[in-house]
């Protein structure tokens, strides 16, 4: 699978840097380096962008074990991410990405799109691409202002999918209002299977008060989304976990109609900014009539030490991050811990359950291709039969429900 990926990958790199020498072979071209290296044609038209993106990671935590499997958690150095594409931009108006991420069990193909923005307030994207969801996950992760994104997010939205967008990203009405409205497969990067409807989305942002005098407000945007799927597949399972990864909650079967709800808001004001969502996920099970209810929201707060205006391509800077989040699950009737009982030897079982996570991040921004984070976590689990320190064999014990961890990254962006 690794070297079939890249095979694909050099390929499609060898086949664009044909296209963009025939189509520029009559111009004078330029190159150089500008946050990254770029082939450019003298008229602007073209443009040629491969870049890498490195994550590498270190995770202290108590040692601790799964109860949904026999995977334990333990302290650790990891590659989080390690990406390797190229973007660019064809005849002025067609925009490309073309994006992998190499790990340890093979390349997996993240993007891999074309953008048609002939009319910027009706642009076209095919291919495979994020939809048009939460503002976090949209966000790239080179941007993100913390290690991990929040609980909800990661559990309930939607990231990257096959399919076809119509939107005005980056070009708001009126310089107002945004949207992006797709149809997708619903089945992550996988290729549509027959027995299942198609997945709808769509996104509506609003700078309410651009045009006001009232420059305290001027950079606040709101924005509201929804998911709709008719026939969601079996096999796909709801996991709510934490943000490293533990599962708080029995794996939930799923099946059918999936309905998903959200809104967040973002406000920035020279060194501080403020972020702040809620989702609520809704889908059929397969096992009970009982629908099951996963939902969550987020607070983020950011400030700059060293004074600097925040801006999502940051080229300098020390800052503090600080996030609370809560992430709570409702499967309708209870779902058992199979192959699990409590010290006095009785079956488990969960109907309800939740985390909140409390985060405190420092951020060290050395230039726009190297960045240091550093977060501290701490977990606190509702049901005390269910964290890292419960499992003991194949019995749940009482546990301590709260849980401290420290995170550590290095990105560079080259």
Known sequence: MLG?????LIRSVVFLILLFAGLTSAQEKS????????????????VWHPFGLIHTDLR???????????????????TRRLRLGFEGQLYGNIDYDLETNVGSGGAELIFAWMNFGFLREAQLRVGQFKEPFSYEVLLPEKYLDFIERSIVVTVVSPAEDIGVMVHNFGSPIGGILEYGAGIY????????TSEKTFEYVGRLAL???IASGNELLKTARIAGYALYEDNRPEGVDIRPRTPLGFEFFPRIPTMGKRIALGGDVQWIKGPFSFNAEYIRNTEQQTTTNADAIVEGWHIDATYLLTGENKVREMESGVELAARIEKLQVDAGLPIAAEGFTDESGNPV????????TLTFGLNYYLNYNIK??????????????????SREGDVLNPASTSRSKMLARVQLYF
């Open 4 to 8: 079939k990926n890249i095979k694909i």
């Open 31 to 46: 190159a150089g380096y500008d946050h990254g290296f770029y082939v450019r044609s003298a008229d602007g038209n073209f």
């Open 60 to 78: 202290l935590s108590p040692s601790g074990s799964q109860i949904n499997n026999d995977n334990t958690q333990a302290s650790t150095f990891l």
């Open 185 to 192: 497969n619903g089945l992550g990067g996988a290729e549509k």
């Open 207 to 209: 700078y309410p008060f």
């Open 349 to 356: 079982s969960l109907q309800k359950n939740s985390v909140t």
């Open 372 to 389: 240091f984070q550093v977060n501290y976590q701490n977990d606190w689990f509702d049901n005390n039969l269910y964290t890292p320190s």
